[in-house]
């Protein structure tokens, strides 16, 4: 089967690329770039829980040396301290600078064998049949590509979009914020910052040695920043904030970053799809719209792998776009109402449910990923079985706890996410202290063993010595991103499969539609004769001279 197309080399296609890669699907990745990263220690993310543990699994090492958690979370209101977050019973959010997390994901790219990087090449046409996608590329040289699926990974003006035809409305230039990068010392070092004095607002974020990212909110109506604005507005700040007087700073990086809300019609037409900026533009708090872009990448990734390895129904596919859409839909109408009246200062009661709190308790919230401006998603899947409650809701992210993986080694189940597979975990108190051969064959395990061969996906069985909110003999059933699918009390082989069933949206189908109109341009007409198959091992790419 041939492989899978993405377009364009950013953090979110790399990430899905290799997110295939771990699921067994080769892909080619064509970059319109010549492969190397800009540097901007201005333009930076905030990876939250999630988030961070995808991009270590996909064997991001940059994250380690170029990326900073959290120490705390403070805000300060009219030069006063207002509050402190801490994080000894959450993860952290982790700070890295974009430059650094792309090139760590490419550096990971580059040495999968499933991976193919393919610079200098820019799609310019794209045509479908029911069998797979046919691109075309320009750059050094013209090139025909032949791939199963295609997914449009290329940004705010996506290729892939407008050859699609697909609509990409909203708002221009919600809100516009002025970026600073510096290196200096502040009164609490390692500690992020929300500064407010209505209509002022500011943040500062760290980074390692000593730098730190700054943003203010400028105003709406505001002209051109000068450079020499800049620099008054920096010293002023770290005035306000360092007791009066300004320490000494070195300024690194700036820049102006506007915000757009807008959210493409369609993120799929046949066997294209489109995922990161290409579908979607948010990013009220600054530093959101990689994040949703990874989420789409490890959604639509497992669904893809299944299509590819086993085939998969038109509902599983249409779901990427169910769930991912409607997710940053919620976080776009969740910033739209409430963002004009945070920023107004006045009450929040009647624009957000259970909102009536003080507008940096929210704003907080969105930064540290929680409430409706930051909160990891909660899909919507049918659940065939939920007998037993737990502290985690049908399709919201399961807890991080340690899991015994098949072969005996004790891990953290976020580690074991990404590889195209259902889990299965049997919370089995007490089994941390024994060993492995000993559980193997005592109890629920021989049944549940067998209930989960039987699946029609693949399944990793697991075992946890406990679960949040879960009694002894609970069974979870995971989907491969991550979201609880459903929860039984005991072995329920029946219900086990027909879960796994709902999850994989029933049987594949025999034959993908054609594309919904408009159709894409067609592409010249290449010689069938030099169509070949690409190898389900290392050669991941078709190339038609």
Not at 146 to 158: E, F, I, K, Q
Not at 480 to 485: K, M, Q, T, V
Request: with cysteine; aromatic share 4%; net charge neutral.
């Amino acid at each position: 089967m041939d492989p899978v197309i993405v377009v364009g080399a950013g953090p979110v296609g790399l990430s899905l690329a290799l997110a295939l890669a771990g699921a067994g699907v080769p892909s080619v990745v064509l970059d319109e770039g010549p492969g190397k990263e800009e540097v901007r220690p201005a333009r930076t993310v905030v990876l939250h829980a999630d988030t961070a543990a995808m991009a270590h699994r996909l064997g991001c090492t940059t994250l380690r040396d170029e990326g900073a958690y959290f120490a705390a979370w403070r805000t300060m209101r009219r030069r006063q301290d207002d509050r402190r977050i801490t994080f000894e019973d959450r993860p952290a959010p982790l700070h890295v600078p974009q430059h650094a997390l792309t090139r760590g994901l490419r550096a990971a790219a580059v040495a999968h064998p499933l991976v193919q990087l393919v610079t200098d090449s820019g799609l310019d046409s794209l045509e479908q049949d029911d069998r797979g996608v046919t691109a075309h590329t320009r750059g050094a040289g013209t090139t025909w590509w032949r791939g199963s699926y295609l997914v449009g990974c290329d940004g705010a003006r996506s290729t892939v979009r407008k050859l699609l035809g697909i609509r990409f409305p909203g708002r221009t230039a919600v809100e516009r914020h002025a970026v600073a990068a510096l290196r200096t010392e502040l009164p609490w070092p390692g500690e992020a910052l929300l500064y407010r004095n209505p209509p002022q607002e500011a943040t500062s974020r760290p980074l390692p040695d000593g730098v730190w990212r700054l943003d203010w909110l400028l105003p709406a109506r505001g002209g051109l920043v000068t450079p020499d604005a800049l620099v008054t507005l920096i010293r002023d700040t770290l005035a306000v904030w360092c007791g009066g007087t300004t320490p000494p700073y070195d300024l690194i990086d700036t820049g102006v970053h506007t915000l757009h809300h807008r959210l493409a019609r369609r993120w799929r037409d046949g066997r294209a799809f489109l995922a990161g900026d290409a579908a979607h533009l948010l990013g009220a708090l600054g530093t959101q719209g990689v994040e949703e872009g990874l989420r789409d990448a490890e959604n639509l990734a497992w669904k893809l792998s299944l299509a590819w390895h086993q085939g998969a129904s038109e509902a599983l596919l249409d779901s990427y776009e169910g769930e991912r859409r409607t997710a940053v839909a919620s976080r776009l109408r969740a910033a739209d109402q409430a963002m004009p009246t945070l920023r107004a200062g006045s009450g929040l009661r009647s624009y957000l449910p259970g909102a009536a709190r003080s507008a940096e308790a929210l704003l907080t919230d969105g930064h540290l990923g929680r409430g409706p401006l930051g909160a990891e998603p909660v899909y919507a899947p049918p659940v065939a079985v939920r007998e037993v409650p737990t502290a985690t809701e049908p399709g919201a992210p399961v807890a991080d706890v340690p899991v015994t993986a098949p072969d005996g080694a004790t891990v953290p189940l976020r580690d074991l996410l990404g590889q195209g597979r259902l889990l299965v975990v049997l919370v089995a108190p007490g089994t941390g202290v024994w060993d492995r051969r000993h559980w193997l064959g005592a109890g629920l395990m021989p049944r549940l063993a067998a209930a989960v061969s039987a699946l029609p996906v693949r399944t990793d069985l697991l075992v946890a010595d406990s679960y949040p909110g879960a009694p002894a003999h609970t069974v979870l059933l995971v989907r491969p991103d991550g979201h609880l699918a459903a929860t039984f009390a005991g072995v329920r082989p029946a219900e086990l499969y027909e879960a796994a069933d709902t999850v994989r949206a029933g049987a594949p189908a025999s034959r993908l539609p054609a594309p919904s109109a408009p159709s894409a341009p067609a592409a010249p007409s290449a010689p069938s004769s030099a169509h070949t198959k690409a190898s389900t091992a290392t050669t991941p790419i078709v190339v038609i001279d």
